[in-house]
């Protein structure tokens, strides 16, 4: 079974007890309107564990929220490990269940990779690894809360991740796609660059532009996309990219996605994004005047290392 729907991989807020909501930590940025600390509920979370502001999150100042995924962790949390019994209804396991939260959600993660490896035809040499530890994987994901809270999910990360960069390899293989991984490219001008197999495996591409880019059988894991322009970029076949990547980025109507994918609401049309980009060439021509690009760089790399 490697659909990510058989799997449960897909987010479902209603059988959820809002646990992004609650688990997780943010700060006042450019992201979130406000402050709130890890286990503390989002002012916006209702007694039914919806969020009161859910249609108009980006135009409140939480745009955060509609680029996380929780790859199905949290109905998992919720319906399955804790059998339905909520942190309100039961305020002593609040603290767990949001420890547990968070390993799930590194394991549904995982278990996302390691679906979309085992359909690269390119990664056959490695399927019967792949399958042993997508099985793992899901095994861990039904062990009890205690259990779940003590794992060690960084080593278990770290076997699997051996897995998915040798599939990466494969898909990649013949295309002598450039060598990215882990590069610091913060807005860099990569409009039209020749990607296409290149490995961009945590590659930092926050506020790049990739207007027209080929990044077709690139590598994306891990890589930071948050504000770069993929406007009429083509991502077709594209590695280990997640719907959570696509949503931080910009993008139009003739951004070109990998099948499992869906086009963000908040993207461009093809007419907009045009006249997006015009602006944006107008500030970076009288920003490298003023000296003001270096500054909106390193406005990135702090919201990166938060």
Known sequence: MTNPRELGLLADCESCFGLCCVALPFSASADFAVDKAAGEPCHNLRDDFRCSIHEGLRERGFPGCTVFDCFGAGQKVSRVTYEGRSWRAEPASARQMFAVFAVMRQLHELL?????ALALEAARPV????RRALAETERLTRERPDVLEKLDVAAHRA???ELLLRAGEL????LNGREHRGADLIGARLAKADLRGANLRGAY???ADLRGADL????????????????GADLTGSVFLTQAQVNAARGDS?????????RPAHWASAS?????????AAGQVAGGRSGGGRGRQSAGRRSRRR
Do not use: C
């Open 112 to 116: 996302w990779y390691l679906a979309e």
């Open 127 to 130: 399927r019967e690894p792949l």
């Open 159 to 161: 076997e699997v991740n």
């Open 171 to 174: 898909a990649r293989a013949g």
């Open 205 to 207: 591409l926050i506020g």
């Open 216 to 231: 077709r059988q690139a590598d994306l894991i891990g890589a930071d996309l948050r504000g770069a322009d993929l406007s």
């Open 254 to 262: 003739v951004t070109r996605l990998p099948a499992a994918l869906t």
């Open 272 to 280: 907009q994004a045009a006249g997006q980009a015009a602006s944006q």
